[in-house]
C-alpha cells in the first residue's frame, strides 16, 4: 500500500500543470507593479475606434525615464518597447507605474525549444483579450488579471501549445 501510495503522489506531482504565469519570464526588467488603469472605463470607451489614439500619450520624455528607471542605457533603447502594463486597449492609463521596457527578444524554454515570448507575442494578447472585451464574452477586469499574471499562459494555449 505504502508503495502505491508513494507511486500515486510521484506520478501525480509529475502531471500537475506546469506554472505558465509570468513570473516564468525572465525579463531583466520585469513590472514592479501590476499596472494601473483608467477608473470607471467601460466597454463603451475602449471599443470605440480610435479609442487608443485619443488617449496615448507617452512622450519622449517618459520613455527616457521608464529606461532610466529600470536601469537601461541609451545603447540598448532600441531592444525594447516602452510598454503599458496594462493595455490602453484594456482599460490600462499612461501612469509611469504603468509601464516598463518591455524586450522584443526574450526567450523561455519550453518543451527543450527555446520560445520568443517578447513584445509582439503580449501584443498578440493584447489584441485577443481587448476583442473578447468587445464582444461582450469577458469583462475588463478579467482581461487586466490574465494580462498582468498570466499573459504567457494565455499565450500558449491560443497557440495551441498548452
Known amino acids: 500500500m505504502k508503495i502505491f501510495l508513494f507511486t500515486f503522489l510521484v506520478l501525480a506531482s509529475s502531471l500537475m ?34 479609442y487608443t489614439k485619443k488617449v496615448r500619450k507617452v512622450s519622449l520624455a ?15 533603447f532600441k531592444e525594447y518597447e516602452v510598454d503599458h502594463i496594462l493595455s490602453l486597449a484594456l482599460g490600462g492609463n499612461n ?16 518543451n527543450g525549444k527555446a520560445l520568443r515570448m517578447g513584445a509582439r507575442e503580449k501584443d498578440v494578447v493584447e489584441t485577443n483579450l481587448y476583442r473578447r472585451i468587445c464582444h461582450g464574452e469577458i469583462s475588463i477586469k478579467e ?13 500558449l494555449k491560443l497557440k495551441g501549445k498548452i
Not at 501590476?34 to 466597454?43: A, L, M, V
Not at 521608464?66 to 545603447?75: A, D, E, P
Not at 482581461?143 to 499565450?155: K, L, P
Open 143 to 155: 482581461a487586466q488579471e490574465i494580462i498582468s499574471t498570466n499573459w504567457v499562459g494565455y499565450y
Open 95 to 110: 501612469s509611469i507605474n504603468n509601464l516598463f521596457p518591455q524586450p522584443y527578444e526574450n526567450y523561455m524554454s519550453f
Open 17 to 50: 500543470a506546469k506554472d505558465y504565469s509570468n513570473k516564468t519570464l525572465v525579463y531583466p526588467y520585469y513590472p514592479r507593479s501590476g499596472g494601473e488603469s483608467y477608473h470607471n472605463i467601460s466597454n463603451e470607451d475602449i471599443c470605440k475606434v480610435g
Open 62 to 76: 517618459t520613455r527616457r525615464l521608464v529606461f532610466k528607471r529600470y536601469g537601461i542605457t541609451q545603447g540598448h
